[in-house]
């Protein structure tokens, strides 16, 4: 019931910083595509 409790507490926290970190997560993941895309170009171009 403890573990169960905490759960439930810790879910707000994580649902409301999620949509934060998500959105930081996001504009990570385009620029390392970006980032990647220019490596293979470059690797192709060698």
Request: charged share 50%.
């Given at each position: ?43 192709i171009?060698?």
């Amino acid at each position: 019931m403890k573990s169960f409790y905490k759960h439930k507490q810790k879910k707000p926290k994580i649902s409301s910083n999620f949509k934060k970190f998500n959105v930081d997560n996001a504009n990570e993941m385009k620029k390392k595509k970006k980032k990647k895309k220019k490596k293979k170009y470059k690797y192709i171009h060698i």
